[in-house]
């Protein structure tokens, strides 16, 4: 009866640290991203063996031993410092200041090893050349996933927003057949903002837009024929990785491509640095006020080779 009891306990520990993962303030995909973390800590703590049964028996060598798990798994330092941030979040809703407290010096960057992390960019931007490529071969695979690319390369869309595209295609064909200069990106962004995307080559969009609907036509309105959003980006991913889009060219390297030109296009009409990267940032969706952080990632080695 008292190892009931005690396996009870256990999970309603769980149940509760999920809960509370789940009530800290944050957008859907912050907040679908810290249950998720909320998650590995719990599997890491039931495989180490390691059964808790009220929040207040958490403790710092639970977290940092958590967090030194995950380095040693090859989850990149900055990946687990994010992963930090998220469950700080958790513990200060948990009432737990010690473990929430961001200059706790035994969960500071020095004592778990972070300190070498870099927001520099580790993509390279994937060439037209390099784009065609792997999009002749995709098509032979499936029209849906090459449509999507193309969408993603031409308006530098994360993978979610390309995909999810579909649902836009009819709004983006007017805002270019009626000559305006940016499309509306609604659905898939990140934190469910909406934002305006520069159109940088006009023939390339018509193009990528008309591709679009014929594959369309034939699956009911999607891009990729899946049954739900989740299905189709991993078809999506698993096709441009079949490709060769991985490593430094993974599919993000798109992106990186598309600031690049971007960067030229506001170059040649007359922006000044600054209100360069502030443009490159809103049309990459990250918002007015992030572009050094833009510069850093999306244009590390940029000046010496253009």
């Not at 989740?230 to 491509?257: F, W």
């Amino acid at each position: 009866m008292s190892r009931k009891s005690a396996r009870s306990k256990v999970q309603i520990f769980r149940k509760n640290f999920i809960t509370h993962a789940r009530d800290v303030s944050g957008a859907y995909a912050t907040t679908a991203d810290r249950m998720r973390i909320a998650k590995y800590f719990l599997n890491y703590l039931r495989d180490s063996g390691i059964k808790l049964r009220h929040s207040d028996s958490i403790k710092t060598r639970h977290f940092s031993g958590y967090l030194l798990s995950r380095k040693e798994k090859g989850i990149c330092d900055r990946t687990v410092r994010n992963e930090r941030a998220a469950l700080r979040g958790v513990f200060g809703s948990l009432g737990k200041q010690s473990l929430a407290d961001p200059d706790n010096p035994l969960l500071s960057n020095k004592t778990l090893g972070l300190e070498s992390t870099s927001r520099d960019g580790t993509k390279l931007p994937l060439l037209p050349d390099e784009f065609r490529t792997a999009l002749n071969e995709i098509e032979k695979k499936d029209a849906g996933v090459a449509a999507t690319m193309q969408l993603a390369y031409v308006l530098g869309l994360r993978t979610k927003e390309a995909v999810e595209s579909c649902k836009s295609i009819p709004t983006w064909k007017r805002a270019l057949e009626s000559g305006q200069d940016s499309v509306r990106v609604v659905f898939g962004t990140k934190g469910g903002r909406p934002r305006d995307t520069v159109i940088l080559d006009r023939a390339a969009l018509k193009h990528a837009i008309h591709c679009a609907e014929k594959v369309m036509d034939k699956n009911n309105g999607r891009l990729i024929d899946r049954p739900n959003i989740r299905q189709a980006i991993d078809r999506y991913r698993y096709h441009v990785r079949r490709a060769g889009l991985v490593g430094e060219k993974a599919p993000h390297s798109m992106r990186y491509h598309f600031s690049q030109e971007a960067k030229r296009f506001y170059e040649k009409n007359g922006f000044s640095e600054k209100e360069i990267y502030a443009q490159v940032s809103m049309d990459l969706g990250h918002g007015d006020g992030r572009g050094r952080y833009v510069k850093q990632v999306y244009f590390k080695g940029f000046e010496e080779e253009s």
